[in-house]
């Protein structure tokens, strides 16, 4: 059982936005800034998109874009792309000085 | 540029321990968190834990505790993972992932991953 709950897919078609959920506890998202966003193509490692709520890795698209309010954390991508597609993973730094994940997101563009 | 790669694929049996490689370049190998984060078939990623390639200092998470070992060789720039007593459940990728030693933020480079299977 993932820490942190996302849903299980979502989907929106080229040019929307789309939010994604990730809901934890006051001992790891609502405890620290701390939460993080990953994208995962098929046979591929884990990418960085968000660090820190709401910070972007340099070379990473302004269309994606994160935030945070009490145990919940938002990562948001507007003017979708083809390119989006893939899983999307939340992860936040805990109370007991390690890290969770949460179970992934299937974003679809339809 | 910042690479991690990573030993190639293993297969053991039950009861066995594998350990897995992760060589960096392009970085100052002690100057950044080493992490291991296994990921099951068509699962999201599981924290295993982190080393300090400096100190040699660990922390491991709660379900790994008495089964891993972190360690490193600063002298190649390499990180390993020891997993013993392997069960089927830990048929998974391994991946190796860095911190900042600063802040606990996010993994920014990772390691392409090395697939572990357990089967008798």
């Known amino acids: 059982q993932p820490a942190l709950t996302q849903p299980a897919s979502v989907s929106g078609s080229p040019g929307q936005s789309i939010t994604i959920s990730c809901t934890g506890s006051?001992?790891?998202?609502?405890?620290?800034?701390?939460v993080s966003w990953y994208q995962q193509r098929p046979g591929k490692a884990p990418k960085l998109m968000i660090s820190?709520?709401?910070n972007r890795p340099s070379g990473v698209s302004n269309r994606f874009s994160g935030s945070k309010s009490g145990n919940a954390a938002s990562l948001t991508i507007s003017g979708l792309q083809a390119e989006d597609e893939g899983d999307y993973y939340c992860s936040s730094y805990t109370s007991s000085h390690s890290w969770v994940f949460g179970g992934g997101t299937k974003l679809t563009v339809l | 540029q910042v690479h991690l790669v990573q030993s190639g694929a293993e297969v053991k049996k039950p009861g066995a321990s594998v350990k897995v490689s992760c060589k960096a370049s392009g970085y100052t190998f002690t100057g950044f968190y080493m992490h291991w984060v296994r990921q099951a078939p068509g699962q999201g990623p599981e924290w295993m834990g982190w080393s300090n390639p400096l100190s040699g200092d660990t922390h491991y998470a709660q379900k790994f505790q008495g089964r891993v070992t972190m360690t490193r060789d600063t002298s190649v720039s390499t990180a390993y993972m020891e997993l013993s007593r392997l069960r089927s459940d830990d048929t998974a990728l391994y991946y190796c992932?860095?911190?900042?030693?600063?802040?606990?933020?996010?993994?920014?480079?990772w390691g392409q991953g090395t697939l572990v299977t357990v089967s008798s």
């Open positions: 992932a860095r911190t900042t030693v600063l802040t606990p933020g996010g993994f920014d480079y």
């Open positions: 820190e709520v709401s």
């Open positions: 006051s001992s790891d998202v609502g405890a620290y800034n701390y």
